[in-house]
């Protein structure tokens, strides 16, 4: 019979577990493959972990061991594969369409061609005043407050932390951070801004939401230019 400090562990491995799988059930909705199979990976490290555990204290028999140990590492090593694969093809296109694509630096940043925002709901709500939310509370409890302003667009500016190529903005709003998801037609828009330079942007408020910062989806940059 597995001890109390196996068991323990057991149901802290799968708390783990199913918190990065609901993370991973959202993204796959919003078409963010690469991230899930990030987030599958992370999710099977502390199963594995546990399993690695309760193989070396509680004496399973040995068919049993390899297969449970078996079953985890390919999952694991099956989405590390993915993402890593993911991560070096976006890394490729990246390289060649600053090559042979890229634009002179003198040349001007011209936005996209948006749509209309009319059709567009906005929250009043401020950043701050939606990260206020988590503060003091569970992740379970902040989530049936801000679930009435997910899917609703925000106007917001913040400071630029980075800026990668997937791409997204990491931007510093007070003491809040905002991460903000772009379609590629933004990418030489997004790549005239550096370190510090102030961003006004509008995004719809994620599904996906942790209490860390505040994820805006579909992104469009209304204001402000770089330095």
């Known amino acids: 019979m597995a001890s109390n400090s196996t068991v323990g562990l057991g149901i802290l491995a799968l708390a783990i577990f199913t918190h990065f799988?609901?993370?991973t059930r959202d993204m796959y909705k919003e078409g963010r493959t690469k991230s899930v199979f990030g987030a599958l990976f992370l999710a099977t490290i502390p199963l594995f972990a546990f399993l690695f555990i309760w193989t070396a204290n509680e004496g399973p028999s040995d068919m049993l061991r390899n297969i449970v140990l078996g079953l985890i590492g390919a999952i694991a090593g099956a989405s590390a594969l993915?993402?890593?694969g993911y991560?070096?093809?976006?890394?490729?296109k990246t390289t060649v369409e600053k090559d042979v694509a890229s634009p002179p630096v003198s040349a001007p940043a011209v936005p996209?061609?948006?749509p209309a925002a009319a059709s567009k709901q906005f929250t009043t709500q401020t950043i701050?005043?939606?990260k206020a939310l988590y503060d003091g509370r569970t992740a379970l409890q902040a989530d049936a407050l801000v679930r009435p302003y997910k899917g609703l667009w925000i106007n917001t500016t913040g400071e630029v932390i980075l800026i990668n190529s997937n791409p997204a903005a990491l931007l510093k709003n007070g003491d809040d951070t905002i991460e903000c998801w772009f379609g590629k037609e933004w990418a030489n828009v997004l790549g005239r801004y550096g370190k510090s330079d102030p961003m006004q942007v509008i995004g719809k408020i994620s599904e996906v939401q942790n209490g860390a910062q505040i994820y805006l989806a579909e992104c469009e940059i209304v204001g402000t230019t770089p330095n």
Request: aromatic residues 12%.
């Open 21 to 23: 799988a609901n993370h």
């Open 128 to 130: 701050r005043s939606l």
């Open 82 to 84: 993915i993402w890593l």
């Open 112 to 114: 996209p061609t948006l």
């Open 87 to 92: 991560f070096v093809d976006n890394k490729a």
